[in-house]
């Protein structure tokens, strides 16, 4: 619990623990951002040790020399490099340095952000959290490998030497020129390969733009009369059909589909419905596993 001096509530910084006062807006001690919620009752007596928690059990420094650090993501069109110094925010609006379009996003997320050498990630007062591994943080140091989750999108944390570095971009080039020779038409729609880019990346692009028509979808090794079909109403996933199975357990089925191809065809959308779940809720489901 935050302690009283006079009128002024006194809490503990999130970071390095050292005393804040209530209007403080960043620490006296590490001048990192002060969270308003470390003054609740709730969060004093629950997340606040965690966190101190977390920064006590700070791993050391990587003993191989970092040429490069990247934030990785089938969310993004290339890995994105994080220079020391820099701000780099996280969150739905387009003015974020990582845009991430989904409701399940809010506008201003999380940031990341190079303090006392190290690159940390945290929280910005956001809906539904940010995780890393899968748990969710206020503020925290990265490692090589961490797993950045933010609604459903994942952003991987990498630190990487020279030759390291130069596959990763040398990878990147080659994945960007083939999806860039992707068929895409008003008339046709667009076809793509599941290895190239995550089904949930597509329908989310699809939700956003508010499109209706119907998507074919082939897993890699299923038989060609097996495709399967997800049918888009305004953006919303309306029916899915496979095999003679419908309905929502078939769309998270598909949405989880590493690889394979898939086209789709705008226009009006044909079965169903049979599924009534929001989107943005289909995808933060697949997202989870």
């Not at 966190?51 to 420094?61: C, G, L, N, T």
């Not at 003993?63 to 089938?74: K, Q």
């Not at 329908?203 to 119907?214: A, D, I, P, T």
Request: proline share 7%; charged share 25%.
């Amino acid at each position: 619990m935050p302690r009283e001096t006079g009128e002024t509530a006194v809490g503990r910084c999130h970071a390095c623990g050292a005393e804040v006062a209530e209007f403080d807006l960043v620490c006296p001690k590490c001048e990192a951002p002060v969270d308003t919620t470390l003054f609740s009752p709730e969060f004093a007596a629950g997340a606040l040790a965690d966190a101190s928690a977390a920064v006590a059990d700070e791993p050391p420094a990587p003993e191989t020399p970092v040429f490069a650090r990247f934030i990785v993501s089938d969310a993004l069109r290339e890995p994105f490099e994080l220079e020391p110094g820099q701000l780099v925010r996280i969150g739905r609006s387009r003015s974020n340095e990582i845009c991430l379009p989904s409701g399940h996003v809010s506008r201003l997320h999380a940031e990341l952000v190079w303090e006392r050498g190290r690159w940390h990630v945290g929280d910005l007062g956001s809906k539904n959290g940010t995780w890393v591994n899968e748990q969710r943080v206020i503020r925290r140091p990265l490692c090589d490998g961490d797993r950045i989750r933010c609604g459903h999108f994942v952003l991987t944390y990498r630190e990487l030497d020279r030759e390291e570095t130069q596959r990763l971009l040398a990878s990147a080039r080659e994945r960007l020129g083939r999806t860039q020779t992707a068929r895409i038409s008003a008339d046709e729609g667009f076809t793509g390969d599941l290895s190239e880019i995550r089904l949930v990346e597509v329908v989310q692009l699809l939700h956003n733009h508010r499109k209706s028509g119907v998507m074919l979808v082939q897993p890699e090794g299923a038989p060609p009369d097996e495709t399967a079909e997800l049918h888009f109403h305004e953006g919303q996933i309306v029916h899915a059909c496979c095999g003679g199975r419908y309905g929502e357990p078939v769309a998270l089925d598909l949405l989880r589909t590493p690889s394979g191809t898939f086209h789709f065809k705008p226009g009006r959308e044909t079965g169903g419905p049979t599924i009534g779940t929001p989107t943005d809720s289909l995808l933060l489901q697949a997202a989870l596993g």
